[in-house]
């Protein structure tokens, strides 16, 4: 009986450690198709940082397709894109107090729903595909227009660009651009 269960502790011990593996190794190739990257935007004492992985388009379909419209998407891929302020932001006339946040969004043609939710660090998405947030958590909504445009970006794009006392976070993939205006003063 000793060495049985001895085996079986043994046995378990390396299942496991094949598992931890198998699931490393799976997360890293699957990185190397969306590399991480972190953007970050600083003006006076204001600090601005997002973490985020970028898909590639590889000739896909992407808005509608690839990425469904109508359909909660976690920005990006693999983990749930992270969005973080040292200081309140001000969206729309909203306020979004300063701290860490995912960044989740609802595409469409003509306009983006852009959430920030105070849950982070989780796989973007569910093993039933569904995106993996908690609605009760969003702590800030806003609708933004979508730009069509002829010049492709291959790979998905997060961008900060300064306007006077205010700045734009600017999505860019495929043929589309999203601007999310917002001030901190």
Do not use: C
């Not at 593996?21 to 004492?45: A, I, L, M």
């Amino acid at each position: 009986m000793k060495k049985f269960v001895i085996f079986f502790g043994a046995a378990l011990a390396i299942v496991l450690a094949l598992a931890w593996t198998v699931q490393y190794f799976r997360k890293k190739q699957t990185k190397s198709f969306s590399p991480e990257e972190t953007v970050s935007f600083t003006q006076g004492d204001l600090k601005i940082r997002v973490f985020y992985n970028r898909p590639f388009k590889k000739g896909r379909e992407i808005f509608g397709a690839l990425v469904p419209f109508e359909k909660v998407w976690r920005t990006g891929a693999n983990e749930a894109s992270t969005f973080e302020t040292n200081k309140d932001l001000h969206f729309e006339g909203k306020t979004l107090r300063k701290g860490k946040y995912s960044l989740w969004t609802i595409p469409r043609k003509e306009t983006w729903t852009v959430i920030l939710n105070s849950q982070y660090g989780q796989w973007g998405i569910k093993s039933d595909g569904e995106a993996n947030r908690d609605p009760q958590r969003d702590v800030l909504s806003i609708d933004v227009p979508v730009l069509m445009q002829d010049q492709e970006f291959e790979q998905f794009t997060i961008a900060f660009e300064p306007v006077d006392d205010e700045a734009e976070m600017v999505f860019m993939w495929d043929k589309t651009i999203v601007s999310v205006p917002f001030s901190f003063k």
